[in-house]
């Protein structure tokens, strides 16, 4: 096994906002009714932007957002992160205010907006009690797994560590299941990169699976309370079919860690 690289790049976490964090806002909207009663009768796209070029857009019309990379219409709101630094700082949680370049003349989305976004950080990053709540616990899990699911592929593409192990990959798909819940993820090892998808891939048949026996065990594992390793050894996370596939699949899964802290 290569030693792994501890710094992660810079770039790669700017553009896990964009990329990673960003898409898993049409789960945040879907699966939390809290979430989908601030979000309200607001209508129109929300262009994110920084300095390095990075872009993404959240289309919010009818109760739902699709995040896109190009523009269905003009946003009416367009906000930006800054630096490439200011951006990681703003993943990270430290200090870091984004700019509003058009939006102010609309201050009632603009809130919505903003509690939304805090909202969101709450369920990714629970604080005291909250988890023991099986409900909170499985969208807690939902929303971790839609993150590393598109972050996974984002680190994929940006992180040389992470493209040299899954060069040593075969290709094929990897299913993560949770067991007993409607908590599933699909990836999709290619020659060109990792594609992410929701759900499974009812279709193909995986060449991999890995199943968590609990959301308890997804959740500690992919906010790396517990190494996905010991799950296995301790028959906490079974992986069955194309085992060296879902093991490189499954280190670059752990990296998802080191750029996004829970």
């Given at each position: 096994m290569i030693a792994e690289s501890s710094v992660p790049d810079l770039e790669v976490c700017a553009g896990l906002f964009f990329r990673g964090i960003l898409p898993s806002f049409e789960d945040f909207i879907k699966f939390d009714p809290e979430a989908a009663r601030i979000l309200g009768s607001s209508k129109g796209s929300i262009q994110f932007t920084n300095s390095a070029g990075d872009s993404a857009y959240l289309h919010v019309e009818d109760g739902q957002v699709r995040w896109g990379s190009?523009?269905?219409?003009?946003?009416?709101?367009?906000?930006?992160?800054?630096s490439v630094e200011n951006t990681v700082r703003?993943?990270?949680?430290?200090?870091?205010?984004?700019?509003?370049?058009?939006?102010?003349?609309?201050?009632?989305y603009l809130f919505r907006l903003l509690r939304l976004f805090l909202r969101f950080q709450s369920l990714l990053k629970p604080k005291g009690k909250s988890l023991e709540d099986p409900a909170f616990r499985?969208?807690?899990?939902?929303?971790?797994?839609?993150?590393?699911?598109?972050?996974?592929?984002?680190?994929?593409?940006?992180?040389?560590?992470?493209?040299?192990?899954?060069?040593?990959?075969?290709?094929?798909?990897?299913?993560?299941?949770?067991?007993?819940?409607?908590?599933?993820?699909?990836?999709?090892?290619?020659?060109?990169?990792?594609?992410?998808?929701?759900?499974?891939?009812r279709e193909i048949r995986a060449d991999a699976v890995v199943k968590f026996s609990s959301a308890k065990v997804a959740m500690e594992i992919l906010t790396r309370k517990t190494d996905a390793h010991a799950g296995v050894a301790l028959g906490s996370v079974q992986v069955e079919g194309l085992i060296p596939l879902a093991d490189g699949i499954g280190h670059v899964l752990d990296r998802v860690g080191r750029y996004l802290p829970s």
């Open positions: 190009s523009a269905k219409d003009e946003p009416v709101i367009l906000i930006g992160l800054g703003f993943i990270r949680g430290g200090f870091a205010l984004p700019i509003v370049y058009r939006g102010w003349s609309r201050p009632i499985i969208l807690h899990v939902r929303l971790a797994l839609a993150t590393a699911l598109f972050s996974i592929a984002e680190i994929g593409r940006g992180d040389s560590w992470a493209r040299t192990i899954l060069e040593q990959c075969p290709n094929g798909t990897v299913s993560f299941l949770v067991d007993g819940e409607d908590l599933a993820a699909t990836i999709e090892k290619t020659g060109d990169g990792l594609i992410p998808r929701r759900g499974l891939e």
